[in-house]
């Protein structure tokens, strides 16, 4: 079992920064994947960035590339979201997540799952 809290949204203007964290306990977090995932309003679910164990594996979907970084501190049990340039489309709920895998970018691998943390952008 992997309990997972998520910390750090907020209501920001479009162009401002913003760091979610989240914070893991259970088993060994140094060995599995971990990601963040965002759903907003009448839509589906979707991965943002995923990151493997040891963090040298990381994806990101296009319309973050350039503007979000995901990091994770195995030493801290915390993976970590900052997102720069926000626009109003990154509007959403943000989920951190985590799969038994060492990395996965499919959504049917994270068994494990945050409360969530709501991230408005106004423009």
């Known amino acids: 079992q992997v309990q997972l809290v998520e910390s750090g949204g907020g209501l920001v203007q479009a162009g401002d920064p913003l760091r979610l964290s989240c914070a893991a306990s259970g088993r060994a977090f140094s060995s599995i994947g971990m990601g963040w995932f965002r759903q907003a309003p009448g839509k589906d679910r979707e991965l943002v960035a995923a990151i493997s164990w040891s963090g040298v594996m990381i994806y990101l979907t296009d319309s973050v590339k350039g503007r979000f970084h995901i990091s994770r501190d195995n030493a801290k049990n915390a993976v970590y979201l900052q997102m720069n340039s926000l626009k109003s489309e990154d509007t959403a709920v943000y989920y951190c997540?985590?799969?038994?895998?060492?990395?996965?970018?499919?959504?049917?691998?994270?068994?494990?799952w945050g409360q969530g943390t709501q991230v408005t952008v106004s423009s």
């Open positions: 997540a985590a799969t038994q895998r060492r990395y996965s970018s499919d959504y049917a691998d994270y068994a494990y």
